[in-house]
């Protein structure tokens, strides 16, 4: 057995960069880094063959002295903390004085730099781990290292990396990754001698986009929105609504994009904590639960948000390449995330937000209402509601006579018009047509319907007083000895649900009683659903974990049906229902529920003014 001995510093720089450097992007990462712990205000990048060839960060930042040059490239050496303390409560980006060293182990690396107290720069190289001497050199304020031929001197590491093109892409990610978390910091890209990203800093531009006047705060919101909008594109920006939200000693700021611009893959998940992009999976799990009601489970969310929080409450010493976290209380940080993004994502369609909303809603609130049901009985409860939104005013007609047309999808300058406004007509049995102040909307009743149904039955649940209706003619069904034993066993499970089900034999069951909220003629097909769910999961999980999925498998049955005729009255009565319903932009599957069509959009179809 060999003895025990003392690896060189060459070998442990380079098993270091295994773990810090794994590709150009993790180079590019670290060095983007510095240049902001060093106060640059405007860093440019250059890169030729994906990074590998050739990677210069050049920043006008506070630069790095003579005679702390060749210190700069040593293992561990860094003037960012000096003790345990300074470690828990670590404020800047890096800290572990790994990343050059390590570099300068498995590339050609030089480093020029000039503070303003110099007359001219100084520059350092290494190769192979081997410092060379500062020699002068012409140079700004600031610093530039530039990596060549990354992993040179460790093929076997070399071989690893991908094409050009892939690891480009990894570099571009991490460029836009640190671009994001920085407005106020101008940022520019090239690749191969070609300019990608040319990123000017934000603060000026939210002064200049009708931002005079604004605070400090305002003035800050409108440089992360104009950046964000930069990089993810206006779509983005258009299909997102803003998060800001501050409790305690936490703060949660970005945008999170509507269901409607859910993506196949999470390319577009940018989570900042203190400013530092990380994966963690306290947030990655509460940002999937804010979502779960309203994405369909095969897309992913779109979002870049920024959690604050004091640096004493994080431990950003997890990884060597510092992309995870360790939070102190992970538990109220997991809450303070997800209730901020469900109350954002749940504003109603009267608070102005919905499935593609116009750039503008109406200034309209609807009065405190009754919840609409879509039944026979309560028409006129739900015609004497809309009429006194509309206003029970006159209409002229061309006789001359004032006669109540309360079906009329129209309103006067003096009758607000609902965000989603008045019905006009029914199509094809499964949309509903209505007129509001932007334009046509187009609603999708069941869809809307099911999302209605599905939020009052939560709700009704949280209180424990889901309303039950006895059947006028209880419905009976052959069963599965299994599902007679279930209904017989979690009777209270049941009347928590709002259901009477009861043994007749054997192998038959009776539903007497059902929640008002669903449709009768559907009691067989939803007690059955109620049933597998209380036999495979029990009543324990079946309530809690799986409580949404029971519940929208029972509003996807119990909401109006495709090709049901709908009165005027009844389609009026969905759409304020969906105005104070949350979430009323999706349904529970995450499809949309209505769209706006406005007038400039029919007027382009029809070449109107042209």
Request: proline share 5%.
């Amino acid at each position: 057995m060999p003895a025990i001995h003392l690896l060189p510093d060459l070998l442990i720089n380079q098993i270091a960069a295994g773990e810090v450097i794994e590709r150009p992007a993790s180079a590019l990462k670290e060095l983007l880094e510095n240049s902001l712990d060093a106060g640059a205000t405007d860093i440019a990048v250059q890169l030729e063959g994906g990074g590998v060839k050739l990677l210069r960060v050049r920043d006008n930042g506070k630069g790095i002295a003579k005679d702390d040059l060749p210190l700069a490239l040593m293992r561990h050496a860094t003037s960012k903390i000096a003790s345990l303390d300074d470690l828990q409560q670590v404020a800047s980006m890096g800290f572990r004085g790994e990343a050059l060293a390590s570099m300068a182990a498995v590339a050609h690396l030089a480093l020029t730099s000039r503070t303003v107290h110099d007359t001219h720069g100084w520059k350092v190289e290494a190769m192979n781990g081997i410092v060379g001497e500062a020699v002068p050199a012409s140079h700004a304020q600031g610093s530039t290292v530039e990596l060549r031929e990354l992993y040179f001197n460790t093929p076997a590491r070399r071989k690893f990396l991908k094409s050009e093109a892939t690891e480009f892409a990894h570099c571009e990610e991490t460029f836009k990754r640190i671009a994001l978390s920085r407005p106020d910091v101008a940022f520019s890209l090239q690749h191969n001698g070609k300019t990608i990203w040319q990123l000017l800093p934000s603060p000026a531009g939210g002064r200049g986009a009708g931002g005079e006047g604004l605070g400090e705060r305002e003035i800050v919101k409108a440089a992360n929105l104009n950046r964000i909008s930069a990089i993810l594109g206006e779509e983005f920006g258009t299909a997102a609504v803003e998060v800001e939200r501050q409790a305690a000693n936490l703060s949660l700021r970005g945008l999170a994009a509507l269901p409607a611009y859910s993506r196949s893959s999470r390319d577009v998940q940018y989570f900042f904590v203190n400013g530092r992009f990380v994966r963690d999976k306290v947030a990655s799990h509460a940002l999937r639960l804010a979502y779960q009601d309203i994405l369909h489970h095969q897309r992913h969310p779109a979002f870049v948000l920024f959690l604050d929080l004091p640096p004493e409450q994080v431990d950003v010493n997890v990884h060597p390449a510092k992309s995870e976290v360790r939070f102190r209380e992970s538990q109220g940080v997991h809450q303070f995330i997800f209730h901020t993004l469900q109350q954002t994502l749940s504003i109603p369609v009267s608070g102005g937000q919905g499935a593609a909303a116009a750039d503008s809603e109406p200034a309209f609130a609807p009065p405190q209402q009754q919840h609409i049901g879509l039944g026979v009985a309560q028409q006129q409860a739900a015609y004497r509601l809309w009429e006194m939104q509309v206003g029970s005013r006159e209409w002229e007609v061309e006789s001359g006579k004032s006669t109540p047309m309360p079906h009329s999808p129209l309103s006067t300058h003096h009758s607000p018009v609902p965000p989603l406004g008045f019905a006009l007509a029914q199509l094809s049995g499964i949309y509903i047509l209505a007129q509001n102040a932007q334009g046509l909307v187009v609603v999708d009743m069941h869809a809307a319907h099911e999302r209605i149904v599905y939020e009052r039955l939560k709700a009704a649940l949280d209180e424990e007083q889901i309303a039950t209706q006895p059947l006028l003619i209880p419905v009976s069904f052959y069963a599965e000895p299994l599902d007679v034993a279930t209904a017989e066993v979690e009777q209270d499970a049941l009347r928590m649900l709002g259901f009477d089900i009861a043994p007749l034999s054997p192998t038959q069951l009776v539903v007497r009683a059902m929640p008002a909220l669903l449709r009768q003629d559907e009691a067989e097909t939803m007690a059955q659903e109620v049933l597998r769910e209380l036999r495979e999961y029990g009543a324990s999980r079946a309530l809690t974990e799986r409580r949404n999925e029971l519940l929208a498998t029972l509003a996807c049955h119990g909401a109006v049906r495709a090709n049901r005729i709908l009165s005027i009255t009844e389609m009026n009565a969905l759409l304020r229902e969906m105005e104070q319903t949350e979430r009323a932009g999706q349904c529970n599957h995450g499809r949309p529920t209505w769209f706006q069509i406005t007038l400039a959009e029919l007027d382009a179809m029809f070449m109107r003014g042209k």
